[in-house]
């Protein structure tokens, strides 16, 4: 039970680090991030808590 919950927590996790990668490239003044790469990793007392962290680079594009 404990491996579902975490998986559970990491897509809530996930969805957190994303948009807060995606707000702080639009207060950049970006309009695209790429090369997203979303790292999970189990801390505290018997891996009880999940940290994840969204990178990627936020970039400026336009339609040619």
Known sequence: HHQNGLARLGGRGRE???????TQAQSFGANA????DIDYETMGNSGSMLMVA???????YEDL
Request: hydrophobic fraction near 65%; charge should be negative.
């Open 16 to 22: 957190i680090a994303v948009n807060e990668m995606v």
């Open 33 to 36: 991030v790429i090369g997203v």
């Open 54 to 60: 969204a990178s990627g680079t936020a970039v400026v």
